[in-house]
C-alpha cells in the first residue's frame, strides 16, 4: 500500500480504508456494469475526519471523488485508479428531528427514503421524492441539486436545505447549520456546495426543512389525445386545485406501452393507444373536499375535451401501482445501446423541440428509438434514446438531442447535474461568462483542484464548442 492509504488508515480507524479487491468488488453505479477504480475507498465517520482526509489529500495534491449512493447518470462520482474514493456510507446517522421548528439534520450519507420514513414517524413529511429513493443519499442529492417528482410544488432539493456543514479542500470545516427559513445575514454560503457536484466542497451534515403532513393524497392517470392540451390540462387542474397540484407526469404512448407490457409488472389501467398518459398527484388537508375537488376538476377536463379516458386511484395499492409505471425506467434498459437524457426548457417549446429531436434522429439514424417522459409540469423531460449499432454513435445521438436546446434558451441538464457525461456541452446551455466564474470559484476553494477534478468543465481550458 503506499503511503497514503496507511496515513488515511491512521485517520478513519479499522475499517475506514477500503483496497485491493474491497475496492474493484463494488461496481461503479447502480446503473453501471463496471467496478470502482480507485486508490482506496475511505469511509469516514465524522466531520473531523473528513476534514483531516482532505488536508491530507490537499498536501500531497491527491484527487478525491465523494460517494454517496451512486446512483448518477452523469459519470460525476466517477473514479479513476490515481483517485480516492471518499465514501460516507458510515457517516448515515438522523441527528435530530425537531417538530416544533419542522426540521431534520441528517448526516450525509444518510438515504432519502430513510429521511422520508423518519419525517413521516414523527408526523412531518420530506418532499423530496426520487426513482432512486432508496439508495441515493442526502449528500448526493445536495450535491446534485436533485430534483423529482413534486418540484412543481415544492421546489429543488436546494429549497429544503436551511443548513449544512461542509468541508473545503483544504480540510477547512464550514459549519453553517442553520435552523431558520429566513437568515439573510450575508453570503448564503450553503448555496456553494448544493448543486457542484463536490467540486468545491465536501457536505457532511445537513439541516432539512420538513412541512406538514398532507392529509390527503389524490393520484390519477388520464389519457390525453393531442400535445397542445397538455399545457392547457396543466393549467386548468393547477387553477381548480387551489395549489395542491403536486406532480404532473407526461408520459409518451411508446415508454406507457414499454411499461405496462412483459416482461415489465406493471398491467395499463388505461388503453395502450392513447398519444399521452399524464400521472397527477394532488396533495391537501381535507380528504373528502380534496376529492371531490379532483373529481369536479377532471370533470371539468372531460367537459372541456382536456382528457380522453382517466382512471382515479382508491386504494394506496393503486396509488403505488400508477407511480410504479412512471419509475420503471429499467425497462428502457432492454434496448442497447440506450442513453439516457435530462433536459429542461420552456413548456411552450416542448412540442417543437421534441420534434425536432426526433427528425434529428431520423436523418441520422433512421432507426432509431426514442423513449419519452418527465416532469413536463416544471419544464424537465427525459428521453431515453436507442440509435445506431454500438456506442461509437454516443456523441452523435447527444448532438441530436442537446443542439436544439441551444436556439429556445434550454438546458442540458434539468436535475442530473453536468459530471463528465454533459461536460462537452455545457456551452449549449452556459456562456462563456458564466463558466469563467464558475472556474473562478473553483480556483478560489480548492486551488489545488483535488475536488473532483475534470467534472463540469475544465479549469484552465477555453469554452469549446461542439460542432454538429
Known amino acids: 500500500m503506499s503511503s497514503i492509504v496507511e496515513e488515511l488508515e491512521a485517520i478513519t480507524g479499522p475499517g475506514g480504508v477500503l483496497s485491493g479487491d474491497d475496492v474493484s468488488s463494488r461496481a461503479s453505479g447502480i446503473w453501471r456494469s463496471d467496478s470502482i477504480a480507485a486508490k482506496a475507498i475511505v469511509r469516514p465517520q465524522t466531520t ?18 465523494a460517494h454517496g449512493g451512486l446512483t448518477g447518470l452523469v459519470e460525476s ?21 425537531n417538530t416544533t421548528e419542522r426540521t431534520i439534520t441528517v448526516q450525509s450519507g444518510t438515504i432519502l427514503q430513510t429521511v422520508q420514513e423518519a419525517a413521516e414517524n414523527a408526523g412531518l413529511f420530506y418532499p423530496l421524492d426520487v426513482g432512486g ?12 441539486n436533485a430534483g423529482g417528482n413534486r418540484v412543481i410544488r415544492y421546489g429543488m432539493a436546494r429549497d429544503m436545505v436551511l443548513g449544512l456543514e461542509a468541508v473545503l479542500a483544504d480540510g477547512t470545516i464550514v459549519s453553517s447549520m442553520n435552523h431558520m427559513i429566513k437568515n439573510n445575514a450575508g453570503y448564503d454560503l450553503k448555496q456553494l456546495f448544493i448543486g457542484t457536484e463536490g467540486s468545491l466542497g465536501i457536505v457532511t451534515r445537513v439541516v432539512l426543512r420538513l412541512r406538514e403532513q398532507p392529509r390527503s393524497n389524490e393520484t390519477m392517470l388520464v389519457a390525453v389525445d393531442t400535445f397542445d392540451k397538455l399545457p392547457v390540462l396543466l393549467k386548468k387542474l393547477d387553477g381548480k386545485l387551489g395549489g395542491t397540484l403536486s406532480a404532473f407526469e407526461v408520459l409518451w404512448n411508446n415508454y406507457y406501452r414499454l411499461v405496462t407490457t412483459e ?6 389501467p388505461l388503453d395502450q393507444d392513447y398519444p399521452y398518459y399524464v400521472l397527477i398527484e394532488a396533495m391537501g388537508g381535507d380528504p373528502e373536499k380534496d376529492k371531490a375537488r379532483v373529481e369536479s376538476a377532471l370533470e371539468e377536463a372531460f367537459e372541456a375535451g382536456l382528457v380522453e379516458d382517466a382512471v382515479l386511484a382508491q386504494s394506496e395499492a393503486q396509488r403505488n401501482e400508477m407511480w410504479a409505471i412512471r419509475d420503471d425506467v429499467e425497462q428502457t434498459m432492454r434496448y442497447e445501446p440506450c442513453y439516457v437524457y435530462d433536459v429542461s426548457l420552456r413548456i411552450s417549446d416542448m412540442e417543437n423541440y421534441v420534434e425536432q429531436v426526433n427528425r434529428n434522429l431520423a436523418a441520422k439514424f433512421g432507426n432509431y428509438t426514442n423513449f419519452a417522459f418527465g416532469h413536463m409540469g416544471d419544464g424537465n423531460l427525459h428521453f431515453a434514446v436507442s440509435a445506431g449499432k454500438d456506442s461509437s454513435s454516443h456523441h452523435d445521438v447527444n448532438l ?11 438546458s442540458v441538464s434539468a436535475e442530473h447535474g453536468v459530471g463528465l457525461e454533459k461536460k462537452a456541452y455545457l456551452d449549449i446551455s452556459r456562456n462563456e461568462s458564466e ?34
Open 263 to 268: 416482461p415489465a409488472k406493471q398491467r395499463p
Open 77 to 97: 462520482a466517477i473514479t479513476s485508479p490515481d483517485d480516492i474514493a471518499l465514501s460516507f456510507e458510515r457517516m448515515n446517522q438522523i441527528e435530530e428531528i
Open 48 to 65: 473531523e475526519e473528513v476534514s483531516q482526509i482532505l488536508r491530507l489529500c490537499n498536501e500531497k495534491e491527491q484527487s478525491v471523488i
Open 400 to 410: 441530436c438531442v442537446y443542439e436544439p436546446l441551444r436556439a429556445i434558451n434550454g
Open 133 to 144: 429513493r432508496g439508495s441515493c443519499t442526502i449528500g448526493g442529492n445536495i450535491a446534485t
Open 435 to 468: 463558466v469563467n466564474l464558475m472556474r473562478l470559484l473553483k480556483r478560489s476553494l480548492d486551488p489545488r483542484g483535488i475536488l473532483n477534478p475534470g467534472k463540469i468543465f475544465d479549469t484552465q481550458n477555453s469554452m469549446s464548442v461542439n460542432a454538429a
